[in-house]
């Protein structure tokens, strides 16, 4: 059963600080490796995505990709109240499915 | 910016009824795909579509689903006798290439009662 497994929080930061969401999957043949924000009672919204081991920035957001520990983290530089929501970690093998996450809660407090 | 469209948005239906619901890819996307999410769960795959053929199936797509693309616009999810634990969020995606990020409509709220 491939797996991804996901803290489901709340994570709880203040304003302007920086939260770290972390994700970790147990296939080892995964190759493209997501992270969605989902508020509550809408749909996934892609804001990260990343393929090769390394950091990869993107406005106040960067993921992180460790294969060989088969990990996955999303930084939130500059937390804003706007920023709670569910973030989901999302891995895709070579089949073209997402396997996700059971998503961390993030509460930004103002 | 390009939108995938579902509808409806809220569908109430009794145990036993079918349910189609719908979507709209993007226009220029060739990968399509349904999931569903029960309330307070994860995002599960349901199902992906290319080359107007299933390409992909998981153990909770069983005979009572079904997914069409009738035309060159919609692409359909079909449930044949609904079940309570039917009950979900539908959402469905289109992808470019199939390799990256996809992209969700808003998703369609079934409730069977």
């Known amino acids: 059963q491939k797996e991804v497994e996901q803290n489901s929080g709340p994570l709880s930061v203040p304003e302007g600080a920086i939260a770290s969401l972390n994700c970790t999957y147990s296939d080892r043949g995964s190759q493209s490796f997501f992270w969605y924000r989902q508020y509550s009672g809408k749909s996934p919204e892609l804001i990260m995505s990343?393929?090769?081991?390394g950091d990869k920035e993107d406005g106040r957001f960067t993921a992180q990709l460790n294969k060989a520990s088969q990990y996955v983290s999303l930084l939130i530089r500059d937390s804003q109240p706007s920023d709670s929501a569910t973030y989901l970690c999302?891995?895709?093998?070579?089949?073209?499915?997402?396997?996700f996450g059971q998503g961390t809660t993030l509460q930004v407090k103002p | 910016e390009p939108e995938v469209t579902q509808t409806p948005s809220h569908q109430v239906t009794q145990m036993g009824q079918e349910v189609i619901l719908r979507c709209v890819p993007i226009?220029?996307?060739?990968?399509f795909y349904w999931y569903r999410q029960i309330l307070g769960q994860k995002v599960e795959f349901l199902v992906s579509?290319?080359?107007?053929?299933?390409?992909?199936k998981s153990e909770i797509f069983d005979d009572q689903f079904s997914v069409e693309r009738p035309d060159g616009s919609n692409f359909t999810l079909k449930i044949r006798s609904t079940k309570l634990e039917d009950s979900a969020m539908y959402f469905c995606a289109s992808s470019e290439d199939g390799n990256y990020g996809y992209t969700f409509g808003s998703g369609t709220r079934l409730t069977v009662v």
């Open positions: 990343i393929y090769s081991n």
């Open positions: 226009s220029n996307h060739l990968y």
């Open positions: 999302a891995v895709n093998g070579h089949t073209g499915k997402l396997i």
């Open positions: 579509f290319y080359n107007n053929e299933i390409s992909e």
